[in-house]
């Protein structure tokens, strides 16, 4: 049975949310960085990358908080702590783009018309496809994490049902011990009244 409580799904899932999430805030801040250094198109598509690799980060940050739940709660303080850690770290980094994309914003509004990131026109059509492409990756990715949690719940729920078969087996075995004692101590009760007749009998 102690291995089955040692064996924690929910954790394992958690830990690898975790090292996901801080793989994708490396590449947040990589693109923040080359953001700042840009101009024109090429601030525009990487202000676009940074922008997907946030949505990202926060789909990651929302499987975090939900596998909370499968942590047992003796060891659950240390995952609370490690999602507001991260919580706040994704906080930042969400600022820091706004600040960014705001100072665009500024200078087109100071500039009107003659302020364009976006200097190439480039295809509405093609920018719709790039939006759609990037929807459905964050979707296939969306649906592989709630396939990770399905997975998780049923570990989880054989577990359970594994741990409460133990249980009732050690259930039986404390019961027929218990019959056992009972019979015994009769046993032993049926002998002293044995010899103390025999006793009697002899000094009679």
Do not use: C, W
């Not at 040692?6 to 960085?33: H, I, M, P, R, W």
């Not at 946030?54 to 499987?63: I, R, S």
């Amino acid at each position: 049975m102690a291995n089955h409580l040692d064996t924690d799904a929910g954790s394992e899932l958690f830990s690898n949310y975790e090292a996901e999430l801080k793989l994708v805030q490396a590449d947040l801040n990589q693109k923040l960085d080359q953001v700042e250094e840009l101009a024109g198109e090429e601030r525009k598509s990487a202000l676009r990358g940074a922008e997907r690799a946030l949505d990202e980060a926060k789909e990651l940050l929302d499987q975090m908080n939900l596998e909370k739940a499968n942590i047992p709660t003796s060891t659950r303080s240390k995952a609370n702590q490690k999602y507001r850690n991260a919580q706040t770290d994704i906080d930042t980094l969400s600022r820091r783009l706004k600040t960014i994309a705001q100072q665009s914003s500024d200078r087109k509004a100071l500039f009107g018309d003659r302020y364009t990131d976006d200097p190439d026109s480039r295809d509405a059509a093609l920018e719709q496809r790039q939006q759609l492409l990037s929807g459905t990756d964050r979707l296939g990715r969306s649906s592989q994490r709630l396939r990770d949690s399905q997975r998780v719940a049923l570990e989880t729920e054989a577990i359970g049902a594994s741990t409460l078969a133990d249980l009732h087996q050690q259930r039986n075995v404390i019961e027929h011990t218990h019959q056992n004692l009972q019979q015994s101590e009769g046993y032993v009760d049926r002998s002293v009244k044995t010899l103390r007749g025999m006793a009697r009998s002899k000094f009679r």
